[in-house]
C-alpha cells in the first residue's frame, strides 16, 4: 500500500464546476505539498501547509492532521487548470517526500 | 530572483551508453537539490538529495549516481543506461528540508532504446 494516496486518479469536469481532489497518507508528516504538473512535464509548487486551511486565488488546500487527510478544492474552474495535481508528504520513514501519483484533471470547455 | 536550469530538455540514448544530466540554480546559496524521476504511468520519486557540496544522499537503489561539484550543481550520471532508466527527470531546489517549498525545473525526457 502506498504511503500516499490520491483520489480521483482522472478527473473531467466542465468549465466553471467545483472541482475537490483528495490526498491521503498513512504516516506521519510535518508537512504536505500540493504540485501541479503541467501537460508538458513542467512542475510547480502551490502550497506546503502542516495544518488549517490556505487559499491562493482559485485554489484552496486543507488539512486534517487528525484524520491524515487533505483536499485541494478549485473554485470556478477553467480548462487552464487541466493538469496532473500530485499531493506529497513530508516527514516519512525516508525523511523527504513521498509522492502520492497524482490526478489528473480535464476541464472541458 | 531565483533560477532553476536543466539540460538537456530531450535525450535519447542506447541501452549501456552513459548519461549526464546537469542542473544548476541561481540567485540563492547553498540549497537543498533534488533529484526525482518520473517513470510513464508512475509517480515521481526521488532518486538523489543533497545537502551540500559532495553531500549525496540515496534514496533508491540502482546504476545512476549524482555528484555536486559545486555550491549550486547537480549532475546525475550513468556509466552504463537500462531500458528501465528511461523516464522524466526532475531537478528541484528548496532552502531547507521538506517543510519548504521545492521548486522544480523544466526536466529532461530520456529515453532509452
Known amino acids: 500500500k502506498n504511503e500516499v494516496e490520491q483520489s480521483p486518479q482522472n478527473l473531467t469536469a466542465q468549465e466553471g464546476e467545483f472541482i475537490t481532489i483528495n490526498c491521503s497518507y498513512s504516516?506521519?508528516?510535518?508537512?504536505l505539498h500540493w504540485l501541479q504538473q503541467h501537460p508538458g512535464g513542467g512542475i510547480v509548487s502551490l502550497f506546503m501547509?502542516?495544518?488549517g486551511k490556505k487559499k491562493h486565488g482559485r485554489l484552496i488546500a486543507t488539512i486534517n492532521i487528525q484524520e491524515k487527510h487533505s483536499s485541494l478544492h478549485i473554485t470556478a474552474s477553467h480548462p487552464r487548470d487541466s493538469a496532473v495535481y500530485i499531493c506529497a508528504a513530508y516527514g516519512g520513514s525516508q525523511g523527504n517526500l513521498i509522492f502520492g501519483k497524482g490526478t489528473k484533471l480535464s476541464v472541458k470547455p | 530572483s531565483q533560477t532553476i536550469h536543466q539540460w538537456p530538455a530531450t535525450l535519447v540514448q542506447p541501452v549501456g551508453s552513459p548519461l549526464s544530466l546537469e542542473c544548476t540554480v541561481e540567485g540563492t546559496s547553498n540549497p537543498n537539490l533534488y533529484w526525482y524521476r518520473q517513470a510513464a504511468g508512475r509517480g515521481l520519486q526521488l532518486l538523489f538529495y543533497?545537502?551540500?557540496?559532495?553531500?549525496i544522499s540515496s534514496e533508491v537503489p540502482q546504476n545512476l549516481s549524482a555528484s555536486r561539484p559545486q555550491d549550486r550543481q547537480f549532475i546525475l550520471s550513468s556509466k552504463k543506461l537500462l531500458l528501465s532508466d528511461s523516464g522524466f527527470y526532475l531537478c528541484?531546489?528548496?532552502?531547507?528540508?521538506?517543510?519548504?517549498?521545492?521548486?522544480f525545473g523544466p526536466g529532461t525526457r530520456l529515453t532509452v532504446l
Open positions: 504516516v506521519g508528516i510535518s508537512a
Open positions: 501547509l502542516s495544518s
Open positions: 528541484a531546489w528548496s532552502v531547507g528540508a521538506g517543510t519548504d517549498t521545492q521548486y
Open positions: 543533497s545537502v551540500g557540496i559532495g553531500q
